[in-house]
């Protein structure tokens, strides 16, 4: 037990001496700059001197200059000859006294700085000594004073240690075994109690390391991604320490915990390693900074080689990081996905491929986010094995796998050993062979099927408009129904789907508009595109049949095909080179002067919308595709338009696409109601439930408003199954959500009158605190705002009276609390309005802006104005209690 108190002492005093280690540092800190600050001093003194010699050369010039034009002169008395060449020595020897004064001035300078900074680093030195041995002997007489506990501690452990030997001989003591002695001598140790300064430190356990992107590597020889280990992590309080802590880099991720016993749990903290961060050796022994923005991690190892290994680990996962679309674009959807056995140097492996552009990255399994590995594709060469006629070595080491795969495909990258995949079906093999040719860069005119290589043609031409390939049969209108599909699909499922969708388009196209019966065109519409979205695979397939569809035929037909391409462009994009194609579809057929032209042209603008903004998440609503069918769209740069209700029973109509998100949709509104940024003004957009609940839904700022709105529309008819609940429809309310009240001052008229109504709104509902009084002097000032002036006095008689009674009324149902108004008579109830008439006719004359300052005023005397109150129910007790949420 002594042993393990002057270890802790030991560990105490390890602990003390790196902390005046740092502060060491900082006076050695505090030296260099002023240091710097007498080097700016010299430079000042040198930029003086040289400003002298500057003009110690103007003198020297101009007397060069007089003596050549006395030199000149013979008409000169030797007299004026005499006085110029005194004058001339005289400008010597007077820029001689110059220069010999700035050098004892540099001199006394430098010697000035020199004690100055002497005297500094004494004085500094003598405080750090004097403190240290301040500190050195405090530690001494804790050192004494625990020595002396050690000993009497001892004395104790002995005397109890006689005392159980006496009691040993009356009980023999019980059997203990050997495992829990083990446990309990583990438990007691904490997994991160070492020395940090030892030589050797402990073995780290490290996780299982990955192969790098480079594909010629061997197994053996690639680089780690994942990684875990101890470290010591810079903690900044009051005062800068090292915290030992256990790291696992995992996913591209760098967590920590206290010991590695922790790592089930929720994580101590993370650091951000990202594109933007930079990772390099930091200035003290053994220490790797981490910036990532305006925060900056320093990291300390046990010992030089594994600060190596980390920095190596780290610099790779972010090299991926950095390059990978994965992580620069992580809404990219892969061309193609799933499961695959990878065979390299004789080793296969089953993975979830993904190919994303030119790349194809694989993974452990379809749920990680942090690839494997990756193979570079541009120039590669892609082929089919055939295996009665191949025997190469790689595969022969694969043994079963082989044997269960039944096609094989051969990736050779420039200067890289081949990489095999192995594929059980041969629709999916079909599939992987057509997308790695593109990917590739490889001429695909010989692979895919007939429409693919027809596209490939036209690729390698450029999209040449006079080629007879255009007018090939398999690019141009068809009526007959599709008996395979026009791409590649990985399944036979989504052959007999695509086949499907061709049906649907063309229904879609082959019956003319009624206005009665659009819910025909709606539905048709509806199906096909949501069969697009939950299949991405079908997306390409899908605008080949469009372009097909919307190629010379008659008018009716042709327009609804461009009406259903336009719908289609708005959700979702399809992939090289099919992307190409309908780039050059629409640019053929863009023309001003026809409506197709003009439904080309508003397709062009929608796709390049969609690039932007990135794909839709549900289907178009109802509203979306009447809007596209019976409104010309093409008319417009925005084709659809909702109304947007205020709390004071107004609205705004405004106009958006359908890649308009809520920031660009609020912004907008903002702009037309007279409203701040959303930043400053802080209003945000609501939804009600579609359930019918008194519910409402805050909008986040980048979901697409199209696709709220169906996802509403969606939800209600879920509710509402068997109903026709055509007429029912999506409402969006725009009013403050967090207060701030150091933005008053900048607020606009229109912010403070909505802002009033959603104060009243409060009031009305109880969850405001004012009394009888002050509600009703609240309500006449909403009442001035609303109907103006109070024409009518509440005792004139005849109809005038009536509907004086009948809007005051109206005022108390809107502006007064409900649970003042329950509990009162008739009599009371006409004595109010008495009373509410009188305070409001007091207000006459009065500006509607003004009388919302007063009301304003008012409310914000309340310390929680701005907040939200909620009525709750307690399960346990049959009560209504108040919950207050303050947003400050």
């Known amino acids: 037990m002594a042993e393990g108190e002057e270890a802790m002492s030991q560990e105490v005093w390890k602990e003390k001496c790196v902390v005046l280690e740092a502060l060491l540092m900082k006076f050695r800190v505090q030296v260099i700059k002023i240091r710097e600050l007498t080097a700016d001093k010299i430079q000042q003194l040198e930029t003086q001197v040289t400003d002298a010699e500057k003009r110690a050369f103007a003198d020297h010039q101009q007397v060069q200059w007089m003596e050549e034009k006395l030199k000149a002169s013979d008409s000169q008395s030797g007299d004026s000859e005499v006085r110029l060449f005194r004058r001339c020595q005289e400008l010597q020897a007077l820029l001689q006294e110059k220069e010999d004064v700035i050098a004892q001035l540099e001199q006394q300078l430098e010697e000035q700085v020199r004690a100055h900074d002497a005297k500094t680093v004494e004085e500094k030195a003598a405080k750090i000594k004097e403190w240290v041995m301040l500190k050195l002997s405090e530690f001494e007489m804790e050192n004494a004073a625990l020595r002396e506990t050690n000993k009497q501690q001892e004395a104790q ?25 083990t446990s309990e001598s583990d438990y007691a140790i904490p997994p991160d109690a070492y020395s940090t300064d030892t030589e050797c430190p402990e073995p780290e356990q490290k996780l299982p390391k990955t192969c790098s992107s480079d594909g010629d590597r061997s197994v053996s020889h690639c680089e780690p991604m994942e990684k875990s280990g101890y470290l010591l992590k810079m903690v900044k309080t009051w005062k800068k320490t090292w915290k030992r802590r256990w790291f696992v880099l995992k996913d591209g991720e760098l967590l920590y915990y206290n010991s590695p016993s922790d790592v089930i749990r929720k994580p101590q903290g993370q650091i951000e390693v990202n594109a933007t961060s930079s990772i390099a050796r930091g200035d003290g022994k053994q220490v790797l900074q981490v910036v990532t923005g305006k925060r900056v991690c320093y990291l300390k190892a046990d010992s030089p080689n594994l600060l190596e290994e980390w920095l190596r680990v780290l610099q790779s996962v972010l090299r991926l990081k950095a390059a990978s679309p994965l992580f620069t674009q992580p809404d990219i959807r892969p061309g193609m996905k799933g499961l695959l056995i990878k065979v390299k140097h004789g080793y296969s492996k089953r993975v979830w491929c993904a190919l994303i552009g030119k790349t194809l990255y694989y993974f452990r399994s379809q749920e990680d986010k942090f690839p494997l590995g990756q193979i570079k594709l541009w120039e590669a060469r892609v082929e089919e094995v055939d295996r009665t006629k191949d025997s190469c070595d790689d595969l022969k080491a694969c043994g079963r796998g082989l044997d269960a795969a039944h096609f094989i495909l051969a990736v050779h990258p420039q200067e890289q050993g081949p990489t095999y995949l192995l594929i059980e079906s041969r629709h999916e093999k079909e599939s992987w062979l057509y997308h790695l040719s593109v990917a590739a860069g490889a001429a695909v005119s010989k692979v895919g099927t007939e429409f693919e290589q027809l596209v490939g043609k036209l690729f390698q031409l450029d999209g040449d408009p006079d080629s007879q390939i255009w007018r090939h049969p398999m690019l141009c209108f068809s009526k007959e129904a599709l008996l395979s599909p026009l791409t590649t699909l990985p399944s036979q499922a989504l052959q007999t789907e695509a086949v499907k969708l061709f049906k649907t388009c063309q229904l879609f196209v082959n019956v003319a508009i009624d206005a009665p019966a659009i819910d025909y065109h709606v539905s048709l519409a509806q199906s096909a595109l949501q069969v697009g979205l939950a299949h991405p695979e079908l997306q390409n397939e899908f605008f080949c049949q469009l372009i097909k569809q919307t190629q010379r035929r008659l008018f009716h037909v042709y327009t609804l095909g461009w009406q259903f391409l336009a719908l289609c462009v708005g959700l979702f994009l399809p992939q090289h080179p099919f992307l190409w194609l309908l780039q050059v579809h629409l640019k053929r057929h863009g023309d001003s002067r026809t409506e197709v032209g003009k439904y080309a042209v508003y397709c062009q603008r929608s796709l390049e919308r969609t690039q932007q ?276």
């Not at 452990?157 to 003591?173: D, R, T, Y």
């Open 613 to 888: 903004k990135g794909e839709r998440q549900a289907r178009p609503s109802r509203m979306e595709i009447l809007s596209i069918l019976l409104r010309n769209p093409y008319h417009h740069s925005l084709p659809f338009s909702v109304p947007v209700h205020f709390l004071n029973n107004t609205y705004q109509v405004v106009s958006f696409d359908a890649s308009t998100t809520v920031d660009e949709f609020q912004c907008r509104l903002n702009q037309d109601s007279g409203i701040r940024k959303t930043g400053l003004s802080c209003f945000s957009l609501y939804t009600d439930d579609p359930t019918g609940r008194e519910l409402e839904h805050c909008l986040q700022g980048g979901i697409k408003i199209c696709d709220i709105i169906s996802k509403w529309e969606q939800a209600s008819k879920e509710q509402h199954t068997g109903k026709s609940e055509n007429t029912r429809t999506v409402r969006l309310t725009y009013k403050n959500r967090l207060y701030f009240s150091l933005q008053v001052r900048w607020e606009s008229e229109r912010e403070r009158l909505l802002l009033a109504y959603q104060t009243n709104e409060a009031i009305v509902a109880g969850h405001f605190p004012v009394n009888k009084e002050l509600a009703l002097e609240m309500a006449a000032l909403l009442a001035q705002v609303e109907f103006g002036d109070f024409e009518r006095p509440f005792s004139a008689p005849g109809p005038a009276q009536t509907k004086s009674n009948q809007t005051l009324k109206q005022v108390l149902d809107r502006f007064y609390p409900k649970h003042y108004r329950k509990t009162m008579s008739e009599e009371q109830l006409r004595q109010l309005l008495q009373r509410l008439s009188a305070r409001w006719a007091s207000l006459r004359g009065r500006s509607s802006s003004e009388c919302v300052r007063i009301y304003l005023t008012v409310a914000r005397k309340w310390p929680f104005f701005g907040a939200k109150l909620f009525e709750v129910e307690v399960s346990v007790c049959v009560c209504v209690c108040v919950c207050v949420c303050v947003c400050v």
């Open 157 to 181: 452990i002995g005397e109890l240690q006689k005392q159980v030997q006496c009691f040993n001989f009356a009980c023999p003591p019980p059997a203990v075994s050997m495992s829990s002695m």
